[in-house]
Structures are given as structure tokens and as C-alpha cells.
């Protein structure tokens, strides 16, 4: 009777092995907003590491995080380093790519509550007074990621905060326009 039980719990575990083996490696996280305010303006808040500190959904989650600015103000190798509770974690965001009203890139490289190196990327496209942001983050989900995966969505977790940054955003940009 144990050995069938063992035979159980081994196909059991193989199964899932083989279930999470399989789900995609790649993931991509995305959101749209739009702003009534003009690309240059929208895209000055997320190209200065230190001005998306006034609208990242994370910023204030942790009044006692350290955050840590490197390199230049704005633009590519502008970067900023955080350690903080267990809502933020602890990481760092590097701007990669910068095109003026554009397009922002940056480098994700998060070292708490895990490791993991991921791209976000906003692009700001005109749509006659207003611009339409885009949000996204992409990466590569190891087998662990892959296996949490089947129980929670990234997605649904991720795409929450993203939403409520690009309110915070919308908010800010379009306050500043109309000055």
C-alpha cells in the first residue's frame, strides 16, 4: 500500500514538474492611459529618476525606504537604487534608453523579496491633445516563477499598481498642463 502511495506522489510531483516545465518564459505586464497633457511634459516625469518618486505606486508604501540617486538626473545611465519594507523590497531602475517625448527604457534589477532582471518601457504616443502612455515590463520567469504562476496572476498583481502610477501620472501631468 506505501509503494502505491509513493508511485502516487511521485507521478503526482513529475506531472507538475512537467505541467510548469512547459508555461511560457516570457511574460510581459501592460497598461495604457491617456493624459490630457502633451508628451513632452508626461515624458519629463518618467525620464528624471527623481521625479517618478512623485507618482510611482510604490514610492510611498514605505515613508523609512532608502532610495539612492546615481549618474545623471535624466536619461540613459540616470539611476535609482531603493531598500525598503516588504511592500517595496529592495532593487534598483536604471534608465537604458531615452527619446525625447518618446519613449523611457529602463533596467529592473530586483534583489529582494527575489532576484530577477526585467525591462520596463513607457512610450508616449499623441492622440490630438492628449498622449497615450503605455507601461510595460517584461522578463523571463525562471521554474519557480513559472510554478507561482499557476496560482497567482502577475498580471492581475502587477497590472493594479501600474494602473494606479499612470493615474498618478495622469493626475500630475495634467495639473502641470494647464498652468
Known sequence: MIKYIFIGLVLIVLVFVI?????PADFRVQRSA???APPATIFAHVNDVHKFQEWSPW???DPNGKIVFEGPEAGAGAKFSWAGNDKVGEGAMT???SKPAEAVQFRLDFKKP???TNT???TFKPDGDKTVVTWGMSGKNNFMFKAVGLFMDC???IGKDFEKG???LKTLAETEAKK
Open 59 to 61: 514610492a510611498k508604501l
Open 19 to 23: 505541467v510548469v516545465a512547459l508555461r
Open 166 to 168: 499612470l493615474e498618478n
Open 114 to 116: 527575489f532576484e530577477a
Open 155 to 157: 498580471d492581475k498583481m
Open 95 to 97: 534608465v537604458t534608453d
Open 120 to 122: 520596463a518601457d513607457f
Open 34 to 36: 491617456t493624459i490630457a
